[in-house]
């Protein structure tokens, strides 16, 4: 019986998914105890034959193929849940890496807290570094070199990523939770599910355990105005999860680095005026749909905000120019530094 299973949704990654799952195999609380469920959808490129290699010579390592793409990881990860056999689930994206550590410090922890969900912090990977990154909570007692967040405080553990936890199958199969498959924010909705089921967290503050490469280049970089709808959407169906459960008082904190992201969407888009006004009067709404109130924790995202709330989409669209392009002449400078 394996301790964990650890599923990796695949898609054209033959750039890095030697690296991701070597970082698997050589876990030390022995790969031997991991079930590696890897689901290729449909890739265009190597990944395939990649996942034959290796799981011809590891029997632990269970691939899938799909016959179509479907175009969202969601897929693969409910794939994943219905192949795993081990009491514990994690997931990978397909392009990161881990600890060396990190599968024995989660589960360790998991087992003798008794919590239902435990998470480490991660290492921002670009092109040029690596930034150490910690999540943000509200409420917790710490205890030694971890923090216990309990019951509704959970809700606003600021970190709705898939890939840094280890997770109760129990939970999961009990609760009927699955990926949405048509979305790119599977993951906000999981863990939002995921998080109303859950009465303990433990959050390993300061264990870096996942390598999360963002691949991003600050000039290149852009957006879309169907992604942020999708994002929207995707709120939507959590308001209404939230409503269901009676927990809707809490979406002002909830959504809070919501909004922030998608501002930081938004100043990458290159569209009309026009587009860019029809977007911002959606962002509007929903921000009127949960009555959202509180400050933002950035001081330009305040700013764009309330331009936004005021109805002066305008001004809100010249200050998200403006922060692309301030981006921009950082990124430049970032890379003159490495190459002097």
């Known amino acids: 019986m394996y301790l964990i299973s650890l599923i990796i949704p695949i898609y054209n990654a033959e750039e890095f998914l030697d690296n991701t799952i070597n970082s698997v195999i050589n876990q030390s609380i022995g790969f031997n105890n991991i079930e590696l469920i890897l689901v290729d959808d449909n890739s265009k490129d190597e990944s ?7 799981a011809e010579k590891y029997d632990n390592i269970i691939p899938y193929y799909s ?6 990881p969601g897929f693969g990860r409910n794939i994943g849940l219905e192949k795993a056999t081990a009491d514990y689930i994690m997931f990978m994206d397909n392009d990161d890496e881990i600890d060396v550590d990190m599968c024995k410090k989660l589960y360790e922890t998991m087992i003798n807290e ?8 991660r290492v921002i990977v670009d092109s040029l570094s690596e930034i150490k990154s910690n999540i943000d909570y509200v409420n917790g007692i710490e205890n030694n070199d971890h923090i216990i ?17 280890i997770y109760k199958k129990q939970i999961i199969i009990e609760n009927e939770l699955k990926f949405k498959e048509n979305t790119s924010a599977d993951d906000f909705i999981f863990m939002i599910q995921y998080f109303l089921k ?8 300061n264990y870096f355990g996942y390598y999360w490469n963002i691949k991003s280049d600050s000039l290149s970089h852009v957006s879309s105005i169907g992604y942020v709808e999708e994002m929207l959407s995707a709120n939507y169906i959590i308001i209404n999860i939230l ?3 009676n927990k809707l008082h809490l979406a002002n904190d909830i959504f809070k680095d919501n909004i922030v992201y998608l501002l930081v969407q938004c100043s990458y888009l290159n569209v009309t005026n026009k587009e860019f006004i029809d977007l911002l009067k959606k962002i509007h709404e929903f921000e009127i ?3 959202f109130k509180i400050k933002l924790d950035e001081k330009w995202a305040n700013i764009i905000n309330q331009f936004i709330l005021d109805k002066k989409f305008k001004y809100a669209i010249i200050s998200l120019k403006t922060l692309n392009t301030i981006r921009k002449i950082t990124f430049i400078r970032k890379i003159k530094r490495n190459t002097n």
């Open 48 to 54: 395939k034959k990649i996942i034959e290699q290796y």
């Open 114 to 121: 008794k919590a239902d969900v435990v998470c480490c912090d």
């Open 149 to 165: 967040i309990e019951n509704d405080d959970i809700l606003l553990f600021n970190n709705i990523s898939v890939w840094n936890k």
């Open 198 to 205: 859950s009465k303990k967290l433990i959050y390993l503050k």
């Open 67 to 72: 016959e179509i793409n479907h175009g969202f």
């Open 243 to 245: 409503k269901n459960e």
């Open 289 to 291: 749909e949960i009555d």
